[in-house]
């Protein structure tokens, strides 16, 4: 089967870029800001609101792990006149959307956790599937620059929708209202518009058995290069949710701001300004030369260091610093990092399950962060969880090294 060959426009990169911002945005603000504010009110203690957001987060991000792979394998097999992403990118909105609203009425831990387990169903659904879209419709020509959106709607759509929640501090269930909607309103276009320039892909019967589905889930680990992007991109995303998911906490317990709702509010806006500047430019060179692995790794190292500076320099002005370190590192690494992946999938036709497999590199490092991350706080202290900031963006740089396929 031929490779798209025709770069797409901004009728297709519009919607797109929205539908992840609000994906993204809904799913990331609600954790650093919304879930551990409720997980205070709910639990009463200290030790108890990071105990809750652990398990919250980690039974999420499980969760998450499934859903990506069993919504890319049936989405390469779906049979749908807008393509065969398409109803399983709205459909993930709309179940995420209803989460959210409905995590706002959650009065206990045992309702947070399964409400924000709701909301990881459609998360996992939705972000899977619009990621596969990529290598269904974009030439590989035009792929980091593509990408490059995927990493802005990455930082700007939890800034627009952090905003929102900081606007609407202290009415927790207002606040989760208020992010649903967005959820929904920024996913409009592409529902409205989306149409795979590829339908001839979903051309094959959606029934599988299961050995066969079990034997393609680790098919792709046998190719090395795979292996290595797989390894690279898990490095890289924990080191990311080791400096994010107890970042709320650290600016309240370890910097001791008043506000951490408009500290967060702050570090996003300075992180997702620098995320957007860093992208597309990265992209494009990345494009105009082919050269992936480089940037790769120096990004990968500058997202590392800026671990150090929260680790040392327990003030705003330094986490500052530290979030565009953060924000310049993961705007290259984000586009150029998922333009290398899609030119190490093993198989055209199984996309959708290769990516969903990619996909357990981003979640499941959320996993093991919320886990890790709590005994370590609890046990060491804040320093060393950002000091594992930077070893685990070392590894992750050193595992991209290998790749032989991509330049």
């Known amino acids: ?68 792979i069993a919504v890319g394998v049936w989405s ?14 709205v459909g993930g909105v709309v ?66 929708v952090i905003a929102l929640a900081v606007a609407f501090s202290g009415h927790v269930r207002l606040q989760y209202a208020v992010v649903g909607g967005a959820c929904l309103l920024l996913a409009v276009p592409f529902a409205a518009t989306a149409r795979s320039v590829a339908p001839r892909l979903a051309a094959r019967p959606p029934r599988l058995p299961l050995r066969e589905v079990l034997g393609g889930l680790v098919a792709p680990l046998r190719h090395a ?5 797989w390894l690279g991109r898990f490095g890289i995303q924990l080191s990311n949710a080791l400096a994010q998911v107890y970042l709320y906490f650290y600016l309240k317990d370890e910097v001791e701001v008043s506000d951490p709702d408009t500290a967060v509010l702050v570090l996003t806006v300075l ?42 320099v327990p003030v705003m002005p330094a986490a500052a610093v530290g979030a565009v370190m953060l924000g310049v590192g993961y705007g290259v690494y984000a586009s150029v990092d998922q333009a290398l992946v899609t030119q190490v999938l093993p198989s055209a036709e199984d996309r959708g399950k290769d990516l969903g497999i990619i996909g357990v590199a981003n979640v499941l490092p959320y996993v093991l962060a919320a886990a890790l991350g709590g005994v370590v706080i609890n046990v060491w202290g804040y320093p060393t969880l950002y000091v594992l900031v930077l070893v685990t963006a070392v590894l992750a740089a050193a595992a991209v090294r290998p790749i032989r396929g991509v330049r």
């Open 225 to 229: 290069d795979f292996t290595w992007a």
């Open 1 to 68: 089967m031929s490779e798209p060959t025709v770069d797409v426009g901004r009728q297709w990169l519009t919607p797109w870029t929205l539908v992840m911002m609000g994906t993204f945005g809904a799913y990331y603000a609600v954790a650093q800001i919304v879930l551990p504010e409720q997980a205070e009110q709910v639990t009463g203690s200290d030790s108890a609101k990071v105990a809750l957001t652990a398990w919250a987060t980690g039974l999420a991000a499980a969760i998450t792990v499934v859903v990506a």
């Open 95 to 160: 179940v995420m959307a209803i989460g959210v609203t409905a995590q706002g009425w959650a009065e206990s831990p045992l309702a947070v956790v399964l409400c924000w387990s709701v909301v990881a169903v459609g998360y996992a659904s939705a972000g899977s599937a619009v990621l596969a879209v990529v290598p269904d419709d974009v030439p590989v020509t035009q792929r980091a620059y593509v990408s490059a959106f995927y990493g802005i709607a990455l930082s700007v759509g939890p800034l627009v």
């Open 271 to 312: 992180y997702a300004v620098s995320a957007a500047a860093a992208a597309v430019p990265a992209g494009r060179w990345s494009d105009r030369t082919m050269r992936r692995k480089r940037m790769v790794v120096i990004s990968s190292v500058l997202q590392g260091a800026a671990g150090l500076v929260l680790a040392f």
């Open 76 to 89: 390469d097999r779906t049979l749908h006149a807008r393509g065969r992403r398409y109803p399983w990118i």
